[in-house]
Each structure stands twice: as C-alpha cells, then as structure tokens.
C-alpha cells in the first residue's frame, strides 16, 4: 500500500501520478458515457443534437479552468518547463496557468475546425451515411488521444533539452501560416488526394458498406477461398487519423508556443478534440458559412509564432499571458463574425474570392 501511494504522489512531468491518471479516468468516463449512453444506437445526429452536446463538451472544457487554477494555487510545478509559471506564485502562477490552459484551448479547438471540413468531404466521396460517421469519429478519437500524448511527450522533452527548438516551432507556425493565407480559399479535391489513393491501393476495399463493420469476410474473387476486407468504413477512419496526423504537425507547435507546460499542453489539446465528433455533424451542415475562417486561423498561427520572437523585447522572456489570450480570441471571434457577415443569405456560397 506504501508502494502505491508513493508511486501516486511521484512527480510525473511536473504534475502528481494520480492527478494525470485522475484526467485520464476523467476521459475515460465521459467517451464511455458518449457511445454507451448518447449514441448507444447508430442514428443520424441532427444539427440540434449537435450543437447541444458540442455546448456541454465546450462547457466542460471551459469549466476545467477551475481544475488548473486549484492545481496551479500555491504549488510549485517543479518539473515544469515553462519559465512563466516558474516566475511567480500562488494566485498569481494560478491566473497565469488559467489564462495559458483556455488560450491553448481555444487555440486548438479552431484548428480542430480546419479538420471538420476535410472529414466531411471525405465522408462525401466515400459515401459514408450520417448514421454511421460518429462511429468512424468516436473511434478516430481514441487513436488521436494516444498519438498527441505521444507527440506532446516527445514535444516537451525536445523544449526541456534544447529551448531554441521554440524559435523552430516559431518559424515553422509562421511559414504554415503565411501557406495557409495565400491558400484561403482554395478546396482541396479529395479524389485526387494522394493519401486516399495510397490507401485504396493498399488495401482491399468493398465497394459497398457492409453496416456499421469496419472488416468483414467475403468470398475471393479469384480463389473463392474466404478473406477479410476493408469496407469504406475502415477507410474512412484510416484516413481521419492521418488527417489528425497532419493537423497535429500544426497544433502541437501552436501550443507550445503558448506554453510549454506538459499538464497545460495536454489536457487543452484533448478537451479541445473531445468535443469535435459533438461539433462536427453542425458545423458539417454549414460549412460553407464558415469560409473565411481560414484566413482567422493562418492569422493566428502566424501571430502565435511571431510572439515566440516578440517574448524577447517583454519582461521574463514571454509575451504577456493575458495579451495572448485576448489578441488569439479576438481574432478567431473575428473570423467567425466576418465569416457569417459576408456568407449571409448563401451570398458567398461556392465562390473562392479573397476576403
């Protein structure tokens, strides 16, 4: 008993064992209640469905600001890498993780939103009913959850032994950035996505769906002999995990960048993707009034990457915590409005004008 009660209170990444096991439990409990409750039946989640469970996955990302600041209050994160929470104390180091955890939050959850709009067209080309495109996400989910905890590991050791690689991240979110602007309002072809193509050659793939089954067993066109097969299903979800895979490539830079707090970088990346199969069937239905949202977020990755240099000319080495938040706020608040504003009325729809 000794032994497990000091395993629990051993350091772990500037945090104890138990509490990153509590927010794993903590996930654990909320995907269990979503396919085990919520979407116990595959049915077609309507836009109302939607955007109730995406208030109370938004909710409880929100709402787990709390959990940092009691986490945060008058104690020391001795393993922590981030300078700015070293800086200070008590209510103050508690106001600063709250401020970092809902800019990384935020941040992440409109980068999430670049996905919804590759997912649903390749929903489209693969012909995936709504009935069963939560079954593809929520396991999607569970793959994305371990890849960024293993990105995001990899991402603190990198910054704790080498801390100019931030000024890489800088460039890298900037560049992206800049690529993202000039691209604005250009749609990829998903048919000629290489990718895509690179999987379906691969594999076997059924032309048909075979229910809400990822591999079934037919008979061998040539032998006769029965073969597992993939249906579009698993192709489907292969490809939303290689998309996260992308995403991630821009995400976790973007939240480094913030803050290089691993407790911080984590738990905000997760919130942030828990509640996108909840978002996407709404934002899915009116994608097309969210078509200037890109140029908001190229804006944001380049000004997240710039205040990694502007850190220099500020106190501590660090662009000001709440500046951040409200400079990042704005600017996707900004986008969302002109995005409605100038789409209002089906005006804008199909159209690939600049903004």
Known sequence: MDVLTAFLQDDF?????????????????????DLGVVNRNDHEIG???????????????VGFAWVVWQLYNNSYP?????PQLLAVSGHDRAWMAVQLYLTGFAVEKTLALDNVFIISMVFTYLAIPRKYQHRVLFWGIIGVIVMRAAMIGLGAALVSQFAWVLYIFA?????????????????????????LLWLK????????????????????PQTGKLRWFA??????????EIVDLIFAIDSVPAIFAITSDPYIVYTSNIFAILGLRALFFALAAMVHRFKYLKYALALTLIFIGSKIFLGDFFPGGKFPAIGSLTITMGLIAGGIVYSLWRTRGGQAVGKSESP
């Open 13 to 33: 990444l500037g945090k104890a064992v138990w509490i990153w096991l509590s927010f794993i439990f903590a996930v654990i409990a909320l995907l269990a209640f």
């Open 47 to 61: 836009i109302s469905e939607s955007l109730k469970l995406s208030a109370f996955y938004i909710a409880i990302g």
């Open 231 to 240: 249906t579009p299903l698993l192709l489907a979800l292969l490809f939303v």
């Open 201 to 220: 050659r691969r594999m076997n793939v059924t032309p048909d769906l075979h229910g809400n089954r990822f591999r079934v067993q037919l008979p061998d």
């Open 171 to 195: 460039v890298f979110l900037i560049v992206t950035g800049v690529l993202m602007f000039r691209k604005g309002g250009h749609e990829p072809d998903i048919g000629e996505n290489k990718v």
């Open 78 to 82: 001795s393993a922590s890498i981030d």
